[in-house]
């Protein structure tokens, strides 16, 4: 029987477990992390707030060839991995005529200048107003590959034309007559293009459509033009899209796709108008020469008149291979 002496103490031993000294990579990681986060936020808003030109102008800023960037050297020097230069063989020649096609057509500086500069001179006008100050919002300016392109987007509340006709509203009537005497100022052909939603035409007689209101209308702010002071040699060229050619990011019946279009072209657009560049000057002689490789006959090639001599006589004949076969 234990009594009180015996009772031993309980001693309850702890250890002590020593972590191991946290360090703080997992901070540098994490601060990598943000900051890339954070400049793919910022290129996206780049993105979203730039235009085409200049998106076109950054994606031409980076293509500089690295060599090019360290010596200082001509941006259009060869873009070749090969030392020594030369064509890249990765870019077809078809590639390098539309890259050269799309350079060749680009406005230059001085012409976004001009551009801008009449851009202003019509906004101003506008301003003057106070009823062409409320169609502001229906107006949009852009720098196009053809030129400054100026549209006339249709609304509900505030329809450029009559409701299935050709005919002017009044304030789009006073919007043309207020600019046609800016636009005569300038050197520049003009384009008139007309264009509609995809609701399809419901009234006129048979066989009205789409093309023709929106070739009508495109004429119809031709003649407002001219009378308020357009020179009507300064017209290069007026046409109908219909629905074919929509704004981005609408839908085919938005009311915002029944707009008029104004472009001022470039010299160089206008002058391609004027004379288009001709790839093959007679077809008669794309059709012969594919008749030739079909055949193989030059079309060139005498007739023969008589057709044994046509037979080589070096080609032994029927007769001939019979009688050594016997």
């Known amino acids: 029987m234990s009594t009180a002496g015996d009772k031993r103490p309980i001693i309850i031993r702890r250890k002590k ?21 954070m400049a793919l936020f910022l290129v996206l808003w780049i993105l979203s707030v730039s235009s085409d030109e200049e998106r076109q102008g950054v994606a031409e800023y980076f293509s500089t060839p690295l060599t090019s960037a360290i010596t200082g050297g001509d941006r259009s020097g060869s873009t070749s991995a090969i030392p020594g230069g030369g064509p890249d063989p990765t870019h077809s020649d078809g590639e390098r005529a539309r890259i050269d096609l799309r350079q060749a057509t680009r406005p230059s500086e001085q012409e976004r200048q001009f551009f801008m500069d009449v851009q202003e001179r019509i906004e101003r006008a ?23 392109r100026i549209q006339v987007l249709d609304t509900e509340q505030r329809p ?17 007559r207020t600019i046609a005497p800016l636009l005569n100022e300038l050197p520049n052909d003009l384009s008139i293009g007309g264009h509609t939603d995809n609701v399809p035409y419901a009234g006129g007689y048979r066989g009205y459509s789409n ?11 031709r003649r407002e033009l001219v009378a308020g002071g357009l020179d009507p040699g300064q017209l ?15 839908e085919p019946d938005d009311p915002i796709n029944r707009r ?10 206008a002058e391609a108008i004027r004379n288009p560049v001709v790839m093959e000057t007679d077809v008669s002689t794309v059709l012969s020469e594919t008749a030739e490789d079909a055949s193989g006959v030059p079309d060139d090639a005498p007739p023969v008149e008589n057709p044994e001599q046509a037979i080589d006589p070096e080609q032994p004949s029927l007769e001939q291979e019979t009688t050594s076969a016997e």
């Open 160 to 176: 450029m034309f009559e409701l299935g006709s050709d005919q002017v509203a009044p304030y789009m009537r006073n919007l043309l």
């Open 236 to 250: 290069l060229r007026v046409s109908g899209y219909a629905d074919r050619v929509l704004l981005p990011d609408t």
């Open 126 to 148: 506008i301003e003057l107003d106070p009823e062409l100050r409320e169609l502001r919002s229906q107006l949009r300016f852009d720098l196009t590959r053809e030129g400054l």
């Open 211 to 221: 093309w023709e209101l929106s070739n009508d209308r495109a004429n119809a702010s």
């Open 260 to 269: 008029i279009e104004l472009i001022v072209l470039l010299p160089e657009i």
């Open 17 to 37: 477990v020593v972590h191991a000294h946290h360090g703080g990579a997992w901070k540098i990681a994490l601060a990598d992390f943000m900051t890339a986060l």
